[in-house]
């Protein structure tokens, strides 16, 4: 069976959930207290150099890492990943989008905010929480007049994305002022299979 190395509370880890829920793949998932520093060990970093949930091991050993990469791999010939050429790549700008714009900000001023209090650095959360803002207001303007982020159709853009921003307010980011983004959240949320980040 796969195994996912992951934790509740991460967005990077719930994309991969997600996604192996929504195409019913069984899978076994280990939780990783990142707080405690359970990434860090040296067990772990056999698997992951990289210390970092998700992480997923397949039933053949092959190990992969990285929550849009995961996505991905498990979106390729699925409706969740088009198959037109340019609509691929614009999947892909997003994936790059949220792991340069959307992530490290909104992601990183959550856990700041409402996982790891004592881990601030509240000299870079004013900062990041401008980019963060910032990358709201791309996705809002993008999202106007369109019901998904590529294509029109449901895919690992809208995954990958939805992930950070339908908590963001847990770190502190209002979302009152982006009504597309609202109505993509509630859209996303309506999506047959659809779970929440608290389920396991
Ligand atoms: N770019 C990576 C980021 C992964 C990441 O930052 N994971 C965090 C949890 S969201 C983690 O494992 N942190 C534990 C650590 O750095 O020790 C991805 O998208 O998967």
């Not at 990183?108 to 207001?137: M, N, S």
């Amino acid at each position: 069976m796969i195994k996912l190395y992951d934790y509740l509370e991460s967005g990077n880890g719930y994309k991969a959930r997600l996604i192996l829920t929504l195409l019913g793949l069984p899978f076994e998932r280990i939780e990783l207290d990142i707080v405690q520093g359970a990434t860090r060990t040296p067990e772990f970093l056999k698997i992951n150099p990289n210390g970092r949930i998700p992480t997923v091991v397949l039933d053949d050993g092959r190990v992969l890492a990285e929550s849009n990469a995961i996505l991905w791999y498990f979106a390729e010939g699925t409706r969740f990943l088009p198959a037109d050429r340019f609509e691929r790549a614009q999947v892909l700008q997003w994936l790059c989008f949220e792991q340069y714009s959307h992530e490290p900000n909104i992601a990183t001023v959550r856990f700041w905010v409402h996982i790891a209090r004592d881990k601030e650095k509240p000299e870079q959360t004013a900062d990041k929480r401008k980019l963060g803002i910032a990358a709201l207001g791309v996705m809002e303007s993008h999202l106007k007049g369109k019901t998904y982020f590529v294509g029109e159709r449901y895919s690992i853009a809208d995954i990958a994305l939805y992930a950070y921003t339908h908590v963001a307010h847990e770190g502190g980011f209002d979302l009152a002022p982006y009504p597309a983004i609202r109505a993509w959240l509630d859209r996303v949320a309506r999506e047959p299979g659809h779970i929440p980040i608290t389920k396991g």
